[in-house]
């Protein structure tokens, strides 16, 4: 670009924007205030700033023009005397300055410039093509306002602060910094960097203010003025940009990454090209600005790859840490399972953290970034931890899926408040969040000071039905009452028939089954188990033939998974290609059934709500069976998720729901398909305030804000947003003081000597960094003080008895007698110790005599109940047969495998809670051994292969069996030798199986070398010179 012809066309920044390294290579800060003073003398003397905006002006529309409007500025006398004043000062020491600078600078500028020939003479320069320099030709410079200066001295000191962050971002430990070394590697970034052709609008910018500031002394005052304020305006402008793209370095042409991500998209998950919508959302101005953001679509929308891309962006472009938050343990594992591949290929950590899983605070990582992929409740300690570690500027994108769940309850709770740190502490974190049904977005958007993105994209169309009596209805919000006459339902039932299946559910299913897929959604666990055996009832032998090989295979897998015991119920339904799927059964036997499914092994799932959630299991037809959870009427948003389900995309040109209904539920079914989506409301109030209780507990240990007379913090919550429609009576501040109140009753917090702020007691900061519920905290407390007192440890049964969930206890109903017989088997010492926590053997007695007795404190009741469940942990720790255990309690396997990782989640609290106190010292490597032990609860020598996410019990068997024993045998296998050498292991669970290995070996070997890093760097405290005074 000519300058002299033509003006500076400011672009609308881009994500495909190149870097801006070009201008930190440049301008050290010796030679940036040459190459200013270099390219002062090269402008042409009346070039002057003013008459360089005078040409920018008419190329620059409205919206664009950064510089604009500075007139009204000018109207201010009172700062322009100001700038006068500071101008003056200024200029007297840079005209001092000036003459030796303009020397030592000059040679440095003149390398920079193209020989006649066109040719670059440094050959470590970028080559601009359309820079500004360009334009300026080879005039004199004259010296800088004192303005000018000032923000270029502010410029140099960020490149230098740069410059030294990018230092220490080395793992060698002992670093040379001098000013030679840092030349050499000015050096050679700028041969690195010479292929980057075209410079960034922000780095022309930068380029252009140098030139401006060549203004010469002997001008108008006005103009100086005009130039001082314009100057500082730059600053500003610049200040902005900075936010938007400081950091941001494009690396490719894939929404800014290498064409590698998207090639290891196609690669990895089949997808080849976006959808238009994501490629809309991905390029709307908002997310190039990293604005926060809500973002809607229907189930299976495809949001998820969206997000992902974000989060690469922002792992290798701006190297900065993410954390994705999802909702169940599972999903978690799923997702690190899933992008382990990204991240070997791309070199970033991806590190877990769900139930006991996870570190805090997170391993520091100099070189690599961090995806943290955090279940709800991880992600709230992680924030927790790097705030409390000064760290959280570190993480650059936080995405919540499923944001809709922060109107769930607790768990709404503990993502509001992890959401509303973040907002408050962190001004750089991006947030983005989203969900397929959101009601009050607006609410959601100003909580989150969030752009919003919705779109009704699905890629397979759906119907949705109803089914009254024989008639199929369509369900159409435009007719009167919703429901447009479909078709009749052709079924030839038996009376027997008829009697077993009044739903005429073989009807409907046998349409779809088996060349398609279909999912029956049941209101209760037990029904679903029903549902699948009724069906098979009547379905035809034709069925048991259909893929019968493979689903022997599975029944074989699902043996094997059990020790050899395989559910009666799947027994009979596998072979006719369908199963059930809830809570009851194990995760193994989950996972098995799902990829049976997704593979067209099995072709009908009977389920719950839950497997609505976030599973993608897509099927040509979704049946509700009934418009209830348990004995609820559905939610909106419940009905969207399981409807959503219909449809799979590549697969099916369309989908299609049918919803079972009663005649006595039309009405309110017609409200259920047609309403608008169910609001969203914090739940920081909920169970009493719980959440806001613990909120102020946390605030006041983390020093977030330990006056909270101003309650600011608070203002930035979603209970602020909703404060009318949730606690209209009461105001906020009268909410806080009363949980404060609270807080200091329980001893949990406590007024500072002087009086003027709140800070936490021992017991509140242990209370919050082991995320120990509130209402449990004193009762933990005692219970490991007495413990203390007389701590049996010749078995594991009171440890086990100290972290057995408290939680778990209102799920529990004991069989009495099963629990008399198990109690009768302890030793001498364990009953004594039973007896101590307030559990002797006649209370056991006379309840399973079946004697009510007297009315028992609820405590001792409590305790009783927890005693029987850590009977069920211990006798696990013992046998590691959930199975035979699962059997001897009359429990479900789903709920002794849900017992067991919710007490390796607590113990791992209840461990972090005993650390932040001293008297509690003993327990701190008990609890880390028995963390460890509950939360595999398999024979040591499998604990390894177990530790590799997606590796459960019997693969981790098959995997010892043949060979690879440990970590490191999985992490260097050939995924082709491993399919081929594992029955039933396909090629790409190989894969993820290596994939993750690798992922788990480099995180453990990169904090043992980070850790080596730490030990062998110079402190920078370091003292030189000795005090002689001092040591003598
Ligand atoms: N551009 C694409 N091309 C082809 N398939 C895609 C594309 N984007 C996403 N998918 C696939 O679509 C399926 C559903 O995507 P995803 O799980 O992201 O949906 P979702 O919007 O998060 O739905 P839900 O609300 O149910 O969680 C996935 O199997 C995903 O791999
Ligand atoms: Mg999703």
Known sequence: MNAGTQGIRIRRVSSRKRSRDSLQTHLTPARKR??????????????????????????????????????????????LAKLDDAEETERQRDLQSAAHIVAVDQQDFIALRPSKDGAWKRSGEDIL?????????????????????QFQEQVDENVKRRRLQEGEKTSTPFRNTDTEAGRDRNMEDKTKRRSKARRSVTD???????????????????????????????????????????????????????????????????????????????????????????????????????????????????????????????LVQEKVRGLASFGLELDFMVEEYAGSKGKFPPVKRREKRSLYVATIEKAHSLVNSLIETNRLDNLGLVVVDELHMLGDGSRGAIIEMTLAKVLYMSK???????????????????????????????????????????????????????????????????????????????????????????????????????????????LKEEFLQHRQAEKAVLLRELRDSGNGSVCPVLRRTVPYGLAYHHSGLTSEERKLVEEAYSSGVLCLLTCTSTLAAGINLPARRVILRSPYVATDFLKRSQYKQMVGRAGRAGIDTVGESILILQSKDRNMAQTLVCSPMENCYSNLMHDDGKGITSLILSLIGLNVNPSLLSSDFLRGTLLFVQQQQLCAEQSLWEVVQQKVDLLKDKDLITVTPDAQTLQVTKLGRATYKGSVDLTHSDVLYRDLSRGLEGLLLNSCLHLVYLVTPYDMISQCKPDWRIYFRQFTLLSAAEQKMSAAVGVPESFVARKAAGQTGEKRKKTQRQNGMRMYLALVLFSLLKETNLWSVADRFQLSRGFVQTLLSSSSAFCSCVLHFTEELEEFWPFKALLTELTRRLSYCVKAELIPLMEVVGVMESRAKQLYNSGYKTLTHLANADPAVLSRTIENLYRKQASQIVASAKMLLNEKAAALQEEVDELLTVPSDLPTTPNTQQLT
Request: glycine fraction near 4%; include cysteine; charged fraction near 25%.
């Open 34 to 79: 040459g190459g200013g003073d270099t390219c002062l003398q090269q402008c042409p003397r009346n070039r002057r700033l003013s008459s360089i905006m005078a040409q920018i002006q008419p190329y620059c529309s409205d919206s664009e023009d950064l510089f604009g409007d500075y007139d009204s500025i000018l109207e201010d006398s009172s700062l």
């Open 129 to 149: 093509t359309d820079s500004i320099l360009d334009g300026l030709g080879d005039e004199p410079f004259e010296d800088l306002p004192g303005s000018q200066v």
């Open 428 to 538: 750089k974190t991006q947030i983005i969040g989203m969900s397929a049904t959101l009601g009050n977005i607006r609410d959601l958007q100003t909580f989150l000071k969030a752009e919003n993105y919705t779109n009704d994209f699905r890629p397979v169309q759906l119907k949705e039905y109803v089914k009254l009596n024989d008639t199929i209805y369509e369900v159409d919000p435009k007719e009167e009452d919703c429901f447009r006459f479909s078709r009749l339902l052709n079924f030839k039932y038996s009376s027997a028939m008829q009697k077993i299946d009044p739903d005429h559910i073989i009807a409907l299913v046998t349409e779809v089954i088996p060349t398609h897929s279909c999912l029956v959604f049941c209101p209760t666990k037990k029904n679903c188990e029903n549902v699948a055996g009724m069906i098979c009832k009547y």
């Open 204 to 330: 022309q910018l930068k380029r252009t203010m140098l030139c401006n500031a060549a203004a010469p002394s002997n001008v108008s005052r006005t103009v100086v003025l005009k130039e001082a304020v314009v100057s500082e305006e730059i600053s500003v402008a610049m200040q902005a940009m900075e936010t938007v793209s400081a950091e941001t370095t494009d690396l490719g042409p894939f929404f800014g990454l290498p064409t590698k991500v998207k090639d290891l998209m196609h690669k990895l998950r089949g997808i080849k090209n976006l959808y238009d919508w994501q490629e809309t959302c991905l390029n709307l101005d908002c997310v190039q600005q990293r604005k926060n953001l809500i973002y809607s679509l229907p189930t299976s929308g495809g949001k998820t790859l969206v997000a992902e891309i974000l989060v690469l962006r922002e792992l290798l472009c701006r190297k900065k840490d993410c954390l994705f938050i999802l909702p169940y343990i599972s």
